[in-house]
């Protein structure tokens, strides 16, 4: 067994050519055993783990969920095969004993190997620990616990462990004359720690001695003004000392080798160095001397009809609602951020496809598309495959792109700083997959489409919700009547409108039963209304081909954790329309806190609706879905495309 919380909290077990995750379930159970690994053998009492599970007054029935959360761990860890290991869960008396072998924590482990380093007296040795010791890390650590000052204190305190590894791993480097690969290690974390001034002197010497006096420079003074901005403080020791010994004994220029190594390594905000071609601004210069206009819209979608309110929200959230000045030109002022969520099938990639079609002289440079494939069923987009895409579509060759992600986006952004440009991000995953992504220019505009909400890009990136609801009946009618002929659909209109109910309004589920209808030309509306009463075939009807409302619904469900894909099963049968959380956990038998966690998230992904304070909604066809295996027979490849081509297959 492996327990890592250098990274997010997991368990993993099985041979190692067939790993397996353990499910840990929800936040607050995670957080009990992560506080267990950061104390192992050794007692952790009840009233420390409430002080860390709580960061506002505990719930009075604090104990009774901490028993709970410990005894479906315990049950976790003997199907992983605990006892085989030596681990073992135990009670004592008020508190909680984890005996573990130490081996098995990663924690244990990366302090051991650093422990071990010496790079001074044994360099070659301790690059060889330390990157094994740095390699145990999986992002940012006890990812997965709640936020409490206890967690945040513990992370902090590990993050300071790995930075010290790191500038050790530089030391390392250094010793052996290895200042290029100083360089590689020492970057990324100057990136993310810009005041660490310790970090950035030891970058300034390790750029220098590679041949990149500018660069070593060009930290100094960013830093500095880092520091007076946010601080009010001047340098410190260290970082003075670095800088003055530079100017002592470098030349005036950058030595022979700066060209060679400026292209290896990125320079102070994580951009090719000044001096090669492959920095942003002479980048940027060269690509806007005879750029192209990209054009990376999918064709807009058929039959697109209504969705007035939602089109005159987004053209005022990404371009303003002010009128353009006299003799103006009419594009947008200020760079806008605009998010369209809503359900699986909803439509959202329609909308700002079309949208984007309808907006597109305001954006003369160009518009971008990337399908993220956030909910597809497989892998997700990397931004590093975006970022090259977009960059040649920009009119970057492709042998001054630069490799590393970081470097990538400060080129990106260089280029749309000059542009007004629309980025269409589609079937966004997760916050994280679409900051590199963002251009940042104040004259471009940026759609993301999301099934989740994606609170942190709304809380770091001001970006601004707009939530899809389903289609209301007329809509729905005009939609069919768009895609089927209005002779069609005024022959029944009674029949439509059922239609239109039974597909929930989503214009996912319409297309297909207009696909169905169009693939039998003398089919009545009403006989397609008939065949979808019948619950046990509905979702079947409502596939056509690579697409479908199953479909998208399972990869929606895909990402869901094994406690809140079980709740979603318990509320699909066991509610008619509504539930509050006594009624969600007494299904379900479990702790009514922990289910209010879970519908949360349920309603975070849209597989449920919050209509009022603690009364939740489930759709029919989710419901469908949540009572049987969702055995439609299509498979959607994600909330922008049809069978992988990236065209728009809600759009309505």
């Not at 006299?326 to 079309?354: D, F």
């Not at 590093?384 to 920009?394: C, D, G």
């Amino acid at each position: 067994m492996d327990f890592s919380v250098l990274g997010p909290v997991t368990v993993i077990t099985g041979p190692p050519a067939a790993p397996v995750e353990l499910p840990l379930g929800p936040a607050k159970r995670r957080s009990v055993l992560a506080m267990l690994l950061l104390r192992p053998n050794a007692t952790v009492s009840v009233e420390q783990l409430i002080t860390s599970l709580w960061e506002d007054e505990p719930p009075a029935h604090a104990r009774t969920v901490i028993q709970g959360h410990v005894s479906r761990l315990r049950a976790a860890l003997a199907e992983g095969g605990a006892e085989e290991h030596g681990v073992e869960l135990a009670t004592h008396s008020s508190a909680y004993l984890l005996r573990i072998p130490e081996s098995l924590i990663d924690t244990q482990r990366f302090d051991q190997l650093t422990a071990q380093a010496s790079p001074e007296s044994a360099p070659g040795e301790a690059v060889r620990l330390l990157r094994q010791a740095l390699g145990l890390w999986r992002g940012p650590a006890l990812t997965g616990t709640v936020a409490s000052p206890p967690f945040a204190a513990a992370a902090h305190a590990l993050e300071e462990r790995r930075l010290s590894a790191v500038e050790a791993l530089a030391r390392a480097h250094k010793a052996l004359g290895e200042h290029e690969e100083a360089v590689r290690a020492l970057h990324p974390a100057a990136v993310a720690n810009p005041l660490r001034e310790g970090l950035i002197a030891a970058l300034m010497l390790a750029l220098y001695r590679s041949g990149r006096q500018s660069d070593a420079i060009a930290w100094f003074h960013r830093t500095r003004q880092l520091l007076d901005d946010d601080l009010g403080v001047d340098p410190g020791q260290r970082l003075t000392a670095a800088y003055q010994e530079i100017l002592r004994a470098a030349p005036e220029a950058d030595g022979p080798q700066a060209g060679a190594e400026s292209a290896a390594a990125p320079g102070p905000s994580g951009q090719p160095a000044a001096s090669t071609p492959s920095h942003p601004q002479s980048v940027a210069a060269a690509a806007s001397a005879a750029a192209p206009v990209p054009e990376l819209l999918p064709r807009p979608p058929a039959g697109f009809h209504g969705r007035g309110a939602e089109l005159a929200e987004l053209t005022r959230l990404t371009r303003g609602s002010a009128e353009p000045a006299q003799g103006g030109s009419g594009y947008p002022q200020e760079g806008g951020i605009a998010l369209l969520t809503g359900p699986a099938g909803v439509g959202k990639t329609g909308l700002a496809v079309h949208w984007g079609h309808a907006q597109a002289a305001a954006f003369p440079d160009g518009r971008l598309f990337a399908d993220l494939r956030g909910f597809s069923g497989g892998e997700a987009t990397v931004p590093a495959e975006v970022l090259r895409e977009f960059l040649l579509a920009l009119g970057t060759p492709a042998e001054q792109i630069p490799t590393s992600t970081e470097a990538a986006s400060a080129l990106y952004r260089s280029l749309a700083a000059r542009r007004r440009l629309l980025v269409v991000l589609d079937n966004a995953g997760s916050s994280a997959q679409v900051r590199p992504l963002l251009p940042g220019g104040p004259n471009c505009a940026t759609l993301v489409t999301s099934r989740s909400r994606l609170d942190g890009l709304i809380a770091t990136d001001a970006a601004r919700p707009v939530r899809l609801h389903a289609l209301g009946t007329e809509d729905g009618a005009a939609l069919l009547g768009a895609l089927l002929g209005p002779a069609r659909v005024a022959e029944d209109p009674e029949a439509a409108r059922e239609l239109v109910a039974l597909c929930d309004g989503l214009p996912l589920a319409l297309r297909a039963a207009s696909a169905q209808l169009m693939a039998r030309p003398r089919w009545r509306l009403a006989r397609l209304a008939t065949a979808l009463r019948d619950e046990r075939r509905r979702l079947a009807l409502l596939s056509a081909e690579d697409t479908g409302v199953a479909a998208a619904l399972r990869n929606s469900v895909a990402r869901l954790s094994a406690d809140d894909a079980q709740l979603l099963r318990a509320l699909g049968t066991g509610f008619a329309r509504e539930v509050n959380t006594a009624e969600a956990a007494a299904l379900s038998g479990a702790d009514p806190e922990l289910i209010q966690d879970s519908l949360e998230r349920l309603a975070e992904m849209h597989l449920l609706d919050e209509e009022a304070t603690n009364r939740y909604v489930m759709s029919d066809l989710v419901k469908l879905f949540a009572q049987g295996d969702g055995s439609g027979r299509g498979e959607t490849p994600g909330e922008g495309s049809g069978g992988g081509s990236g065209e728009p297959s809600q759009g309505a």
